[in-house]
């Protein structure tokens, strides 16, 4: 069975780097599907962030290109998520999800690490 | 980008009884619309998409119509594991949007 499992720090300071990593079992991200991040804030809006496929090429939410980056270890099994300066507006509950390459439904879903920005 | 409007916010049922979660698209989406569950310690889950099609393992109760910019997602006989947070999700294009969440709590 497809799992997946995100784990990064608890807390990041407002104008620093929040780092994620999304560790997956059960198929390997090199094979097919789409892999992305998709985040809940706080009073339960959802945002998709972007995903990186089973090529390694990477699409992002226009709204948050400049700042994110999304990478992966195909080594490990592992994608990784990186939010630059970010704001107190970046406190969020992160998942990770897996996509079809056509269907752009999320089948498989991490149980999400929250994340608080603050000083 | 395709705003999602999703109706009620909140929804209270007892146990047999059936309700309905209206999401709207800004403009057509064609069929292209897919409903989670999140509940509390689990992982999300895909629960129709395409509009009416069920995922695997969804129940029977679970039904789902629309198309353009109109969908419903309709819980027939209620089952005390259904209550959680309902979203929609547009999958026509990208950047894939959601809907802002309906609380389905028992009444």
């Known amino acids: 069975e497809v799992q997946l499992q995100e784990s990064g720090p608890g807390l990041v300071k407002p104008s620093q780097s929040l780092s994620l990593s999304c560790f997956v079992t059960g198929y390997s991200i090199t094979r097919s599907y789409r892999w992305n991040w998709i985040r809940k804030f706080p009073g339960n809006k959802l945002e998709w962030m972007g995903y990186?496929?089973?090529?390694?090429?990477?699409n992002y939410n226009p709204s948050l290109k400049s700042r994110i980056s999304i990478t992966r270890d195909t080594s490990k099994n592992q994608f990784f998520l990186q939010v630059n300066s970010v704001t107190t507006e970046d406190t969020a509950t992160y998942y990770c999800?897996?996509?079809?390459?056509?269907?752009?439904?999320?089948?498989?879903w991490g149980q999400g690490v929250m994340v608080t920005v603050s000083s | 980008d395709v705003q999602m409007t999703q109706s009620p916010s909140n929804l209270a049922a007892s146990p047999g009884e059936s309700v309905s979660i209206n999401c709207k698209a800004s403009k057509s989406i064609s069929k292209y619309l897919a409903w989670y569950q999140q509940k509390p310690g689990k992982a999300n889950k895909l629960l129709i998409y395409s509009g009416s099609t069920l995922q695997s393992g969804t129940p029977s109760r679970f039904s789902g119509s629309g198309s353009g910019t109109d969908f419903t997602l309709t819980i027939r006989n209620l089952d005390p594991e259904d209550f959680g947070l309902y979203y929609c999700q547009q999958h026509n294009e990208y950047p894939l949007t959601f809907g802002s969440g309906t609380k389905l709590e028992i009444k």
């Open positions: 999800a897996r996509s079809g390459d056509y269907g752009y439904t999320f089948d498989y």
């Open positions: 990186i496929n089973s090529a390694g090429s990477a």
